[in-house]
């Protein structure tokens, strides 16, 4: 089932925070139409170390989806954009406020070609107030949000999050913007204009420490692998490696002091409850550190796991992409790709009665689908498609 088929979605968005909501609306059955610079392309397709043809970090967000190359700033290009947008759903871009504006694409200009049109532009810091205009990447939005105040050792360097999370925060919220804009459309006949920040959805997704500050003035810190409102609930060092232990309910903690073989701990008022043991926290997980050693990581695993508390090894990404449970899902996927032939993709996690949304294209060459797209969409002919190459409006 593929809740988005009939919908497409000219996207004009590059790097990461646009092209992943466009490729979970690719997951979802619409119709993604990349509209990159001819010669150029996404700035991902050359995110790598080597002169590697279109490198996993471009191949990483981009399924599901047909490129068109299109000079929009040409005159004949804004030409062949703008009947793009007549016979599209939704326009998605990440270009910093006004830029767009200044080609002649604003959302007053879209909307006046189609009235239907869900307008969704995504920012860095919001269309208003002092940072309005500045570019932002997701380390900086890490950065500038607190959200690397919080990450790394309680005395060491702030530290950034290994994955571009404010990227996928920001996409996240897009697609769901996007998804009730289409709802509401199906009601009214209408469509409306979205603006989601980076800087705004990475404060929406740190809820809690965010509430603590807003409610009673706690000024956050980092705790490393561990928590500011449970203990314990971090990362060990196991005999082979490391774990973590995590006993989020107080129901927890007596089968845990057995299995450790410490039921004294249970009954001593200075770790009896979570609050008495984030009162001492260094004391507690000083005195489980030294037990935890003791075995491996596959004891503690089992062992948790017989007992329904949380525990899981702290893999190496290859120990969970090759393992069995993620063999068992069949998450990861073999497509061929034009050129670089059979490449191994991570599909939607999305089922849909008892199916998982797969991948149904494999990320495209830069321009592979020009022609196709003019054609079908637009409904140009060969001649007219020769003459836009020749003007230099098309690759």
């Known amino acids: 089932m593929r809740f988005l088929e009939g919908i497409r979605v000219l996207d004009l968005s590059r790097f990461v925070s646009g092209p992943f909501c466009s490729m979970m609306l690719g997951d979802m059955g619409a119709e993604i139409l990349k509209v990159e610079r001819p010669g150029v392309g996404d700035n991902t397709r050359k995110w790598s170390p080597t002169n590697t043809t279109d490198p996993p970090y471009f191949l990483s967000v981009n399924r599901n989806k047909r490129s068109i190359a299109l000079d929009f700033q040409s005159a004949r290009g804004k030409e062949v954009l703008l009947k793009l947008v007549a016979k599209c759903d939704v326009f998605l871009h990440n270009l910093r406020p006004g830029t767009f504006e200044e080609h002649g694409y604003s959302y007053e200009a879209l909307r006046a070609i189609n009235p239907r049109l869900v307008f969704c532009e995504i920012t860095g810091y919001g269309k208003d107030g002092p940072d309005a205009n500045r570019a932002a990447f997701d380390l900086t939005i890490q950065a500038e949000s607190g959200l690397m105040s919080l990450i790394g050792e309680p005395e060491g360097t702030p530290m950034k999050v290994g994955v571009p999370v404010t990227d996928i925060e920001t996409s996240l919220m897009a697609c769901i913007a996007i998804q009730g804009a289409l709802v509401r459309r199906a009601q009214t006949g209408e469509g409306c204009r979205i603006s989601i920040s980076m800087l705004e959805s990475a404060l929406a997704c740190m809820p809690n420490v965010i509430s603590e500050y807003l409610v009673d003035k706690i000024q956050p810190r980092r705790w490393g692998s561990g928590h500011p409102s449970i203990v314990p609930y971090q990362t060990f060092r196991a005999a082979d490696g490391w774990v ?76 969970t992409l090759e393992g069995p449970q993620v063999a068992a899902l069949g998450t990861v996927q073999t497509v061929e790709h034009p050129e670089r032939g059979p490449i191994r993709m991570i599909r939607s996690p999305i089922q849909v009665n ?42």
């Open 244 to 319: 973590t232990i995590g006993i989020g309910a107080e129901v927890h903690w007596k089968p845990f002091c057995k299995l450790i073989e410490r039921p004294d701990l249970v009954d001593d008022p200075r770790f009896a409850t979570n609050p008495a043991r984030l009162a001492n926290r260094e004391l507690v997980t000083g005195e489980l550190a030294k037990i935890i050693v003791r075995k491996p990581r596959r004891y503690w695993r089992e062992r948790m796991a017989e007992l329904g508390l949380p525990s899981a090894p702290v893999n190496e990404l290859n120990d």
């Open 354 to 395: 008892g199916e998982y949304l797969g991948i149904k294209r494999v990320p495209p060459v830069l321009g592979q689908h020009t022609d196709e797209i003019l054609k079908e969409v637009i409904g140009l002919d060969e001649g007219g498609i020769a003459e836009l190459r020749q003007a230099g409006a098309i690759g």
